[in-house]
């Protein structure tokens, strides 16, 4: 998979992104800073030098923050994206949106202004690399809950190690994207989403139908 997608190629790969606030800006909600990230995502020249199209968007989630007591509960989206971006080229365009939105890295898993994740991609051909390498994803997928906490990858990890543990990225992300197939686990989002523990998902309702009795 070393090949996917460079600059060069003029492939056109697909992403999901995760997409997640739980801190407002100003007077906009969280629920609000998605959609102006998603209306400033699109409309600036931000990820000039290069394609990008907006596929689809899911409805925006409220989920509790994760792990349980760090902070105000998440709005939620997942974003289907496609470009001719290799995936680091993508990430650091994300990046910097991020920081236009006051995100800041000091604390893992901490409150944030906005999360935008690439938690997993699929090449022209229909393929979802597996990037650094195998062994390196399995490695920080098997990582232990204390450890995940302590350590953060110094480079992309796809598909996302947690992916298919997170409800509130596999509620979103199975309403656009049902069919794509985990590259390691071999199975479809939608499955992964059917075999979490119902604690998972249970909390997890639209963001505009209000928080949960």
Request: glycine content about 6%.
């Amino acid at each position: 998979m070393a090949e996917f997608a460079r600059e060069s190629d003029n492939k056109v790969n697909d992403y999901y992104l995760s997409v997640g606030s739980n801190l407002p800006i100003a007077e906009r909600s969280p629920a609000a800073v998605l959609e102006a990230a998603l209306e400033e995502f699109s409309a600036t020249g931000l990820l000039a030098q290069g394609s990008v199209e907006i596929v689809s968007v899911s409805e925006i989630y409220r989920t509790p923050a994760w792990p349980a007591g760090h902070g105000p509960d998440y709005a939620n989206q997942a974003w289907h994206i496609r470009s001719d971006h290799s995936p680091q080229v993508l990430l650091d365009r994300l990046h910097a949106l991020e920081a236009r939105f006051e995100r800041s890295r000091e604390r893992r898993w901490g409150a944030r202004t906005l999360d935008l994740d690439i938690v997993l991609a699929v090449d022209s051909q229909g393929r979802s690399p597996v990037l650094p390498d195998r062994e390196t994803v399995l490695r920080w997928m098997k990582l232990p809950r204390t450890e995940q906490m302590r350590c953060t990858p110094d480079r992309l990890i796809l598909p996302h190690p947690r992916l298919h543990e997170r409800g509130f990225v596999l509620v979103p992300l199975v309403e656009i994207a049902p069919d794509p197939v985990h590259p390691i686990l071999g199975r479809r989002m939608v499955e992964l989403l059917h075999a979490l523990p119902p604690g998972e998902t249970k909390a997890i309702r639209p963001w505009y139908a209000g928080p949960a009795s």
